[in-house]
């Protein structure tokens, strides 16, 4: 795991040394073990380095045999041994034992269809010297980011925009349509982000830059088709299949570790972790002052069982408010939670328990149909073939227990029956995008103006494959689900950004591409049956991990979130940046339905998510803003002078080439 960044020019003139050991710099979280450069006759690269596999010699940027082909790689490539195999067989050969030598040795031999290959999470830009043309690939669900912005005919690209903007050649500025995505599908649809004139590059994806041209091509798409009936060796691939995807994730220099939440799916990866480490199993956990949301029984209980050495780390609300502005400036987004918090203090106990590679359960509920949304669509689809009925509606008391009892029947005509229709492709989201566009209801009228015709919901409906209107209902919300909230918030705010923040490397085996290929071609009933989720999950799961865990209720994680800022002393951040003069110079959000809305909170009367939602996602925004446009920071550039990898393209065909000893 690591962090890239780069420039390529149309025409060639040099690269502009400083600029881009700025651009290191600024993502050097990301990468503390080490840095490199590349200069080439029209293009730059940098990396910062987290070792993980061949600490010794893997160090980047990373050429071929004859130096033409350089890599700057963020990720793993978990396949690499067998890929290897197959390159040597071809006549390769290999300077490093490292997982991103594949890569330029794939590349020279397979081209852009490389990444068919590829079972990693990966961004990575390889610099072809014999055209001068970039290549840029992002993994398949977007576990790893990758940002570019073109500037005249130069492409400039990043892990992260804050290298962008460190260019001095990208300036950061709003994007309304951007941050509107963000107020409604929680984060920002790729390729859009929140920020005016930078892209991401979408998962699945993979770009060629060439003349000043950039073309993209997707290589991958989260759809499939479900069987009719479950195969009689069904529960025995599953086994195969999540035994496999353990074991190449377990592939390390370095102890690999595990998240223990205490729910089904860290379990899963935690018991078949611990069968196959040679070191004592490490794992790691958040516990909450809040006895509503904390799981500390559960997750003694899969220690216990796993028998690993466990850290827990109990959150209070104070720590939530204590480290959110960091938790922003490494999210660049704007936030309507505060659940990336409580996900960065945990990392941060990772790395100082000198783990720097952990194993966790994304994916599953996506995979295996685990949400209450899921069940939602099933509900509210036996509601509708009989909309008159009092009685169906009901079962939405059984997803939904903690809800007052008052407002259940009124609630759940108004949010479940009556959202969306039928006919609509994005019918099974519409509720949850209802409830978080209700913070457009704070905008500022000149705000609004800026938005104009923009549409957040226009833009995802755009981006559907062919015939997804012919799609089943469950279908629809879990590409859905696969394609928005999973790569954008959940896998980026929530996961790749708050652990690189402290230099720690997430694994996914659910996301394996062999394991999602099987899980979403398994029938709907082998996953939900009736209102019960991750049916065959379970039902294998038995095989493995304690049946306590297996059976107990699903519980979501969440973590507090206005409470924390109001509660006590208030930070005197919260207090400068919810200002109404800080609002209105801002310009996002009106001061006055803001200053209402702060009143409520500081007396403890915002008690709807919708009200919870809109004061994290203004602080979160106010914050954003001051971190990156009205007081961005500014980076000294990393030293060349101490760079663990220096390589410059001289003339045609020499190479000047320093590694650290």
Not at 49 to 54: A, E, G, H, T, V
Not at 102 to 107: A, D, M, P
Not at 118 to 141: C, K, V
Not at 647 to 658: H, I, K, L, M, Y
Request: proline share 5%; charged share 25%.
């Amino acid at each position: 795991m690591c962090g890239v960044a780069g420039v390529i020019h149309r025409d060639a003139r040099p690269v502009d040394r400083a600029m881009l050991g700025r651009m290191a710099a600024a993502i050097r979280h990301r990468g503390p073990d080490g840095y490199g450069f590349f200069v080439g006759r029209r293009g730059g690269l940098a990396h910062v380095r987290l070792s993980i596999i061949d600490r010794a010699s893997g160090a980047q940027p990373l050429g071929n045999e004859d130096g033409r082909l350089q890599v700057v790689f963020n990720g793993e490539i978990f396949n690499y041994v067998e890929l290897r195999a197959e390159l040597r067989a071809l006549g390769h050969v290999f300077r490093t034992d490292s997982d991103t030598e594949v890569l330029v040795h794939g590349y020279e031999s397979w081209g852009m269809r490389l990444v068919d290959r590829l079972n990693g999470d990966f961004a990575f830009a390889i610099y072809d010297l014999r055209d001068d043309s970039l290549f840029l690939a992002r993994d398949r669900f977007g576990v790893r980011p990758l940002f570019y912005a073109q500037r005249g005919s130069d492409l400039y690209f990043a892990s992260e925009a804050k290298a962008l903007f460190a260019s001095g050649m990208i300036e950061a500025a709003p994007d309304p349509a951007g941050l509107d995505e963000v107020f409604t599908l929680w984060a920002a649809h790729a390729p859009r982000t929140v920020f005016r004139g930078v892209q991401q590059l979408e998962p699945g994806t993979v770009a060629l830059w060439r003349d000043g041209r950039l073309v993209h091509h997707r290589y991958f798409t989260a759809a499939g088709m479900a069987e009719r009936e479950e195969a009689a060796d069904a529960v025995d691939t599953l086994d195969r299949l999540m035994h496999e995807s353990v074991r190449l994730r377990m592939r390390a220099d370095v102890p690999v570790a595990a998240y223990a939440s205490g729910g089904l799916d860290s379990t899963i990866t935690s018991m078949l972790a611990a069968k196959m480490t040679p070191h004592d199993l490490r794992t790691f956990s958040v516990s909450f002052d809040d006895v509503g949301l904390d799981e500390s029984m559960f997750q003694e209980m899969v220690a216990s069982a796993v028998r690993s050495r466990h850290v827990k780390r109990r959150i209070s609300g104070a720590d939530i408010a204590r480290v959110f502005p960091a938790v922003v400036r490494h999210a660049e987004t704007p936030l309507l939670r505060t659940a990336p918090a409580p996900m960065y203090l945990l990392a941060e106990a990772t790395r100082q328990s000198g783990i720097v590679c952990v194993l966790t359960g994304e994916g599953s509920d996506e995979l295996f149909l685990g949400y209450d949304l899921f069940k939602e669509v099933q509900v509210r689809e036996f509601c509708r073939r009989q909309p008159s009925s009092r009685v169906r509606p009901r079962l939405f008391d059984r997803l939904y227990p903690y809800v007052r009892t008052a407002v259940r029947g009124e609630l759940w005509h108004r949010a479940m029956l009556e959202a969306g229709s039928v006919g609509d492709a994005l019918d099974s989201h519409v509720p949850r995008f209802r409830l978080a566009a209700r913070i457009r209801s704070f905008y500022h009228p000149a705000w609004l103006e800026e938005i104009g015709d923009s549409d957040a919901l226009t833009a995802v409906r755009d981006s559907l494959p062919p015939g997804f209107a012919t799609w089943r209902p469950l279908a629809r919300a879990a590409y859905l689900e696969i394609t928005t909230l999973l790569p954008s918030y959940l896998l980026s705010s929530q996961g790749d950004r708050m652990m690189m923040a402290h230099g720690v490397e997430g694994r996914f085996p659910f996301l394996d591409p062999q394991l999602f290929a099987y899980a979403i071609s398994l029938p709907e009933r082998s996953k939900l049956c009736g209102l019960r989720e991750k049916e065959i999950l379970k039902r294998w799961a038995r095989t493995v991990i304690p049946a306590a865990i297996v059976d107990r209720y699903k519980q979501p994680y969440r973590a507090p979130n206005s409470a924390p800022f109001f509660a006590g002393a208030m930070p005197d951040y919260v207090r400068e940046l919810l200002d109404p003069t800080a609002i209105e110079q801002t310009g996002i959000f009106a001061p006055a339905a803001v200053d209402g809305l702060v009143r409520r909170a500081k007396a403890g009367r915002t008690i709807s998510d919708a009200e919870n939602q809109a004061v994290v996602a203004i602080l979160s925004t106010q914050l954003w803003h001051r971190q990156f446009m009205a007081s961005p920071r500014h980076e000294a550039p990393l030293a060349w002078e101490e760079a663990d990898m220096l390589t410059v393209d001289a003339s045609p065909g020499t190479f000047e080439s320093r590694a650290a000893s």
